[in-house]
């Protein structure tokens, strides 16, 4: 069974820009979940997709924004890049909202 | 949302030691998750708990599900080097997933 694919997985942007990041979750889990994680600051939890409804946010600007399919593929936007916004991003997939969640290789962003 | 306590924050070891982290937290969770975290990956599942009191193995890892179901053990016994990463405790309950910092395993051969 396919794990979580994350695309892409690097990506250089411009301060300014805007980016979509996206997620395909294990196949049957209709739960994910999205994480920034920069060194020193842990795993941040950014919002939780449920059947194609935000089921909880996390405390992040409203910069940072995202959605979710039919299908439970989910995609992440964030506009208006500012250099702080380098990190990797994380999504996690989960069969429902309180089930063991498996995470995809992230996506690199660096903002320059 | 909150943060679990996991320490230590960071471990230095020689290989063939064992290691022991924890995470503690003042709320009840119904279930505990380990992760292991390589440089640039996601973080891999490794042990799941949902059971106070519950010992669970997977290979040379051990962990535990506190009794007071705020806390719970990971041990790893005999290191070997490919054991190096960033572990994470989770805890789970209806609210969703809190996430220790992380406890960085170094191992010196």
């Known amino acids: 069974k396919a794990g979580v694919t994350q695309t892409p997985r690097y990506l250089i942007k411009t301060r300014g820009q805007q980016v979509t990041l996206s997620c395909s979750p294990i196949?049957?889990?209709?739960?994910v979940s999205w994480y920034q994680q920069t060194p020193g600051q842990g795993l941040q939890f950014l919002f939780e997709?449920?059947?194609?409804?935000?089921?909880n946010k996390g405390n992040f600007p409203g910069r940072f924004s995202g959605r979710q399919f039919s299908n439970s593929r989910s995609e992440m936007n964030v506009s208006t890049l500012e250099l702080g916004d380098s990190a990797l991003y994380l999504c996690?997939?989960?069969?429902?909202?309180?089930?063991?969640?498996?995470f995809g290789q992230g996506t690199r962003l660096t903002v320059v | 949302g909150q943060q679990l306590n996991q320490s230590p924050q960071s471990m230095f070891i020689q290989e063939g030691e064992d290691v022991s982290m924890n995470c503690t937290s003042s709320?009840?969770?119904?279930?505990w998750l380990w992760y292991k975290q390589d440089p640039g990956e996601g973080p891999v599942l490794l042990i799941a708990?949902?059971?106070?009191?519950e010992l669970t193995s997977n290979g040379r890892l051990t962990a535990q599900f506190g009794i007071t179901r705020k806390d719970s053990f990971l041990n790893i016994s005999a290191s070997i080097p490919s054991d190096v990463g960033i572990y994470f405790c989770?805890?789970?309950?209806?609210?969703?997933?809190?996430f220790g910092k992380g406890t960085h395993l170094i191992i010196q051969p």
């Open positions: 709320s009840i969770f119904n279930t």
């Open positions: 708990l949902y059971k106070a009191g």
């Open positions: 196949s049957g889990h209709r739960s």
């Open positions: 996690a997939s989960s069969l429902g909202p309180v089930s063991e969640a498996f």
């Open positions: 997709y449920f059947s194609e409804t935000q089921r």
């Open positions: 989770a805890g789970l309950r209806a609210d969703g997933l809190t």
